[in-house]
């Protein structure tokens, strides 16, 4: 266990087992999903603490830069889309290899796009969404123990002066990134291996323009890849497999420039790198993402290659996935068994991500004559076949991705919903404030009790089924006719 470890701390640790959480929830660590996450909760009126090591500023330093389609509907259901929208620039394609370019104008999505962004623009939003609900923010603390019993989890954290404090609640979610202290606290491992090794990030600004807003090349053992944040700088990504040094290896921007000229043949001119790392990427993932009242999202859970933008993305998606489950129970309204269902749902889209991130890239950097011939047969068979190619542009966007439904299940049960129309708007509308979403054909009286969580609309179509979706959009439950008992019955079981 990491942390303070003294006798003293102990004892007031056995103490505090038998207290009373002081908070509902306490998520540890403010990065994308950290403060969905605890927006969510708050937003819901759960009280919740949110702790970040690192003290309070703004960066202009990013990891991710780019936003799916699928997060952009979960940040429509919060009213965040539109402004980020404004602030980013969308881009209607992937170019995944040379000859292969998947297009997003056809997704069945309002975001027919994906939108080139910054993670501090992201974050940025997020953060201020979560203060203006309520978040109780403390920077500069530190997570350095945890333990949990029947009742609660107490954790031992280090202020912003170093000194040790003790903090109690009902649940605790760690957001804390790749290298989680939450994870290794609650004794799971991280497995899985290093994939490439001694990338090279900068943040630069060029003297030429690159022809296309996303440029991306491979030749021989280089690969380029080049995006426009929007304020004069572009994120170029390179890797020269030839050159395997440790991440700690100094880095200057002329090794950034050769292996950018050897891709794209040009550096673009590239100059006044505002940051440069060196790093590798890993593919791992924990084999559960709840231990009893202990719960894992992000890079927390899994790590995989930058490769179709898809980590942080993900890790959004976990959050919208758990908040309302959590706040639902933690306000009484659910069955501590609805938690179990968040590893039932995330963890398989976590592995299939892993899954297609690591193919791309490997398939990006083939070099032998088989996973050549590979790409070369991939590449045909996506660009002949149409549904294919949608297909893969579902699963990167993560508008592909579906839950399991129950045996017996109507056949929409866990779907994705599209922002259909409604009589009253748009359902990413009706979605704002983490209701669920009763649509039927009639006009449905529920009388008001779960007005806090239910919203009732009618389809603007003349459609007969009737659904409840879930406040993350995914359909809880769905009739092609149903009474007002059956309707009441759905109800009970799904919204308490
Ligand atoms: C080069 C690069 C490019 C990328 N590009 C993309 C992309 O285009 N699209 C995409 O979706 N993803 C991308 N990613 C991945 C993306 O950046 C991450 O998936 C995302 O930041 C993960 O968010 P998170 O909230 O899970 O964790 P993080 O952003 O890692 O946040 C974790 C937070 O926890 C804090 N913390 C850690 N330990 C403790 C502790 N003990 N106590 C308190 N606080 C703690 C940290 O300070 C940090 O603020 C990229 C990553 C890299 C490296």
């Not at 996303?214 to 390179?238: E, K, M, Q, S, W």
């Not at 490769?307 to 306000?331: E, F, H, P, Y």
């Not at 990006?364 to 004559?369: D, H, I, L």
């Amino acid at each position: 266990m990491n942390g303070t470890g003294t006798n003293s701390t102990a004892n007031t640790a056995n103490t505090a087992n038998t207290a009373k959480a002081q908070y509902s929830v306490i998520v540890v660590g403010a990065g994308p999903a950290g403060l969905l996450l605890a927006g969510d909760l708050a937003a819901a009126g759960v009280s919740v603490t949110l702790l970040e090591r690192r003290p309070h500023k703004t960066s202009n330093l990013s990891r991710a830069f780019v936003l799916h389609a699928r997060t952009l509907e979960q940040l429509d259901a919060r009213g965040l889309a539109d402004g980020l929208e404004s602030a980013g620039r969308p881009l209607d394609r992937i170019r995944l290899f040379t000859h292969l370019t998947v297009e997003l104008d056809t997704l069945p999505s309002r975001f027919n796009h994906l939108l080139v962004i910054p993670q501090y623009e992201v974050e940025e939003v997020l953060r201020r969404r979560a203060v203006e609900a309520g978040v109780d923010f403390r920077y500069e603390t530190e997570m350095a123990g945890l333990k949990q019993d029947a009742d609660g989890v107490t954790l031992q954290v280090r202020g912003p002066g170093g000194e040790a404090q003790e903090l109690r609640a009902a649940y605790v979610v760690g957001t804390d990134g790749m290298r989680s202290a939450v994870r290794d606290e609650i004794g799971l491992p991280f497995p899985g291996r290093s994939v490439i090794r001694s990338v090279v990030l900068a943040d630069v600004r060029l003297a030429e323009e690159p022809e296309s807003l996303l440029t991306v090349n491979t030749v021989g053992d280089a690969f380029a890849f080049l995006a426009p944040f929007g304020d004069g700088y572009y994120r170029v990504i390179a890797w020269n497999r030839a050159r395997n040094v440790s991440d700690t290896e100094p880095l200057d921007l002329e090794e950034v420039k050769e292996v950018t000229r050897l891709a794209l043949g040009t550096d673009f001119g590239m100059n006044d790198a505002r940051w440069m790392s060196r790093f590798h990427s890993d593919e791992r993932q924990a084999p559960a993402y709840r231990v009893g009242r202990v719960f894992l999202a992000g890079d927390a859970a899994h790590v995989h290659t930058p490769a179709g933008g898809q980590g942080m993305n993900t890790g959004l998606q976990d959050a919208a996935n758990l908040s309302w489950k959590l706040a639902a129970v933690v306000r009484g309204h659910a069955d501590t068994a609805l938690l179990d269902t968040y590893q039932a749902e995330r963890h398989p889209v976590g592995r299939s991500v892993l899954r297609s991130s690591g193919g791309l890239v490997r398939l990006a950097m083939a070099k032998r004559p088989w996973t050549l011939a590979a790409r070369r047969v991939l590449t045909m068979f996506l660009n002949t076949v149409t549904p294919a190619r949608r297909k893969v542009a579902a699963q990167i966007t993560g508008i592909g991705y579906g839950y399991a439904a129950p045996r017996g299940a109507h056949r929409l049960a866990g779907t994705r919903v599209p922002d259909v129309a409604l009589r009253g708007g748009r359902l990413y509308e009706a979605l704002r404030g983490g209701r669920f979403v009763l649509i039927t054909p009639e006009a449905y009286e529920d009388g008001g009790a779960r007005k806090d969580r239910l919203a009732g609309e009618r389809w603007a179509s003349d459609r007969r089924t009737t659904v409840l979706v879930r406040p993350d959009g995914y359909v809880a439950w769905a009739a092609d006719s149903a009474d007002a008992a059956t309707i009441e019955g759905a109800l009970t079981a799904h919204v308490g």
